[in-house]
């Protein structure tokens, strides 16, 4: 008889309210207390010292170092008591504490190895959790009891009867399949994402192919592991088929759209566009959306479909430069000459206009109330915006027409009034 059969057969008040019951109770409170004092410590003098960028690693280092210590505490505990009593309660505690370290190494090395989306971390703790208590049941041998009775439990799905294990069957091992798809999938992206002989578009489609079909071949693999007749799929494949005809066009339309824009390479990321009023970069490429950032951070989610059926305008589809047009008027009585000259050298003074092509100043036309200069000149950031650039060009030309005495002029206008000396009588 083992440990865990002896304890679930043995398991009364009286045992509970022996010495020797108590005395190994007390070396578990006394374990946890030294863990969560030592956490604590850690993370007062430890985590607050810790640049962001560790924080996270330092607080999985913390996870990992509590039952750590509380195994070293219980396991000299129990090598004590085992001297004159018998310590079946801290066999027990040790078996479940190295599951824990077990289960939490293998949590933080995909954390660490394959860095999984956020989503995938929020659930860490649920799945760990989940996990070991899998393993507790199994070590105290009520794992068998719990499945018998829910197979017990049956319902009927059409013809066929199913019980509440294999449903949970189904959900459980269908789940671990999908999370094990999601992580090699992030495990693949992070690679793939490096190649830099690939197109940025390339890249992203193989790993959105690469993703659907490792999810459909994960949960076709589980189910059938299972047991689970798979030609039941063909009901689901028509019903949906069905609602894709009615209710699911837009999404369906726009996830084909999403792979037209990656095939075509009309977009890609990084791309300054303007969609309707919208005018920003594009930073994210989905099977179903486009984001794009606009200057002012603000980010717009564009469904594919508009890319595709809308009129769009790329300004780097093919050449990143884009044209930056200042426009000045000086008056009749300033210098044309001087003033180009004051502009040119402002725009060739800027860090991030372009020399080639070279800045160029133009006279557009003689106006009402002065001459309309226009200074023409190309950056390779247009991301980055324009306001700023454009400002510090006008305050520049400012300065140097108030030195060489060139005038910005005002409207005016002249009025002539009409039979003047019945006004004055």
């Not at 079946?88 to 190295?98: G, Q, R, Y």
């Not at 059926?309 to 930056?324: A, G, M, P, Y």
């Not at 650039?389 to 305050?395: F, G």
Request: glycine letters at 6%; charged letters at 20%.
């Amino acid at each position: 008889m083992n440990k865990f059969e002896l304890i679930k057969n043995n398991f009364s008040l009286d045992f509970l309210l022996s010495m020797t019951t108590l005395s190994q109770l007390c070396a578990i409170l006394i374990a946890l207390g030294l863990s969560l004092l030592t956490n604590q410590v850690i993370k007062n003098y430890v985590v607050g010292s810790t640049k962001n960028n560790w924080k996270m690693a330092t607080d999985g280092l913390i996870r990992i170092i509590s039952p750590i210590i509380i195994l070293i505490i219980l396991f000299f505990s129990k090598i004590y008591l085992d001297t004159f009593q018998s310590a079946p309660i801290l066999h027990i505690a040790i078996s479940l504490v190295n599951a824990l370290i077990v289960i939490r190494l293998g949590v933080y090395f995909i954390r660490y190895i394959i860095k999984p989306r956020p989503w995938i971390r929020a659930l860490e703790n649920t799945i760990a959790s989940l996990v070991w208590i899998i393993v507790a049941l199994y070590l105290f041998g009520l794992l068998s009891p719990i499945r018998e009775s829910l197979v017990q439990i049956q319902f009927s799905f059409g013809e066929n009867n199913f019980s509440l294990f294999l449903a949970l069957q189904v959900i459980f091992g269908s789940g671990i399949a999908v999370l094990f798809a999601v992580t090699i999938g992030q495990f693949i992206e992070n690679r793939l994402m490096k190649v830099d002989q690939l197109d940025m578009n390339a890249r992203v489609m193989l790993n959105k192919i690469l993703k659907i079909t490792l999810y459909v071949v994960a949960v076709v693999v589980a189910l059938s592991s299972i047991g689970l007749d798979l030609t039941f799929l063909s009901v689901f494949g028509g019903a949906f088929g069905v609602g894709l005809a009615f209710g699911m066009q837009k999404i369906a339309s726009n996830y084909i759209c999403g792979f037209i824009i990656l095939l075509d390479k009309s977009i890609h990321i990084g791309d300054i566009l303007m969609v309707g009023e919208h005018y920003g970069v594009v930073t994210l490429i989905r099977s179903r959306y486009t984001v794009l950032r606009k200057l002012d951070g603000i980010e717009v989610i564009i469904p594919n479909e508009t890319l595709i059926s809308e009129n769009i305008i790329n300004h780097t589809l093919t050449d990143r430069k884009s044209r930056i047009s200042v426009d000045v008027q000086i008056s009749y009585k300033s210098s044309v000459d001087k003033a180009f000259e004051i502009m040119l050298k402002t725009a060739k003074n800027e860090s991030r206009v372009l020399n080639d092509p070279m800045p160029s100043v133009f006279l557009m036309k003689f106006a009402d109330s002065g001459i309309d200069l226009m200074l023409s000149f190309y950056i390779l950031d247009p991301e980055e915006g324009s306001w700023g650039l454009k400002s510090d060009v006008y305050r520049e030309i400012w300065k140097e027409f108030q030195k060489h005495n060139i005038e910005i002029p005002y409207p005016y206008r002249t009025v002539e009034i009409i039979n003047s000396e019945k006004i004055k009588k």
